[in-house]
């Protein structure tokens, strides 16, 4: 197992964070469609609970360069299921997500806090974990997952920040 710590913060509050940029459909589409180019984002269901709620999202990203053995195991692309939960008593969104080409060796989780940073800040901390249950390559496919993570989270806070920026701007 690897794990990765990313940490970002941003010119907004905790509330709006979450309802304005993480759980908006709009900069959602923006980010993972314009941005981040991937092939497919959306949020395919959501589950009201006593705290918050359930939701999961199928996407597929874009492969870029990977190491021929690991590409010779995404058969089925690099799609993926994710089931979040997010808790607004705590603040905290936990997810697992399911690889469509490989559901019982790949093993990817997360938590995401956001905490107030002073007066109109936050700040986004992303602890994630990859377990690569594959003899030999194991390590080198945690790594890559990892890697793409990170790569994708930073990408997501330069376009938020520039979201955040715009919306200001028109008064949105």
């Known amino acids: 197992m690897s794990d990765r ?5 941003f010119d907004c509050g905790v509330e709006r964070f979450w309802a304005e940029v993480f759980f908006d459909r709009a900069f959602n589409e923006a980010l993972f469609l ?10 395919v269901e959501r589950t009201e609970t006593s705290d918050g709620f359930i939701r999961v ?3 597929i990203p874009r492969v870029g360069d990977v190491p021929g053995p690991i590409k010779a ?3 089925n692309g690099a799609g993926y299921r994710e089931r ?3 808790r607004r008593s705590a603040s905290r969104y936990s997810l697992s997500v399911t690889s469509l080409s ?3 060796k790949l093993v990817v989780t997360g938590d995401m806090s956001v905490e107030p940073r002073g007066e109109g800040r936050c700040h986004r901390l992303y602890l994630a974990h990859v377990q690569a249950k594959l003899f030999g390559i ?3 496919l945690e790594k890559l997952v990892l890697d793409n993570i990170e790569k994708s989270y930073t990408k997501s806070a330069t376009f938020t920040e520039s979201w ?3 919306r200001d701007q028109r008064g949105t």
Do not use: M, Q, S, Y
């Open 5 to 9: 710590r990313i940490e970002h913060t």
């Open 34 to 43: 314009g941005r981040l180019k991937f092939e497919r984002w959306e949020e």
């Open 57 to 59: 999202v199928e996407a």
């Open 73 to 75: 195991l995404l058969k």
């Open 84 to 86: 979040g939960e997010f």
């Open 102 to 104: 490989l559901p019982d």
């Open 138 to 140: 194991g390590g080198l």
């Open 164 to 166: 955040l920026r715009d």
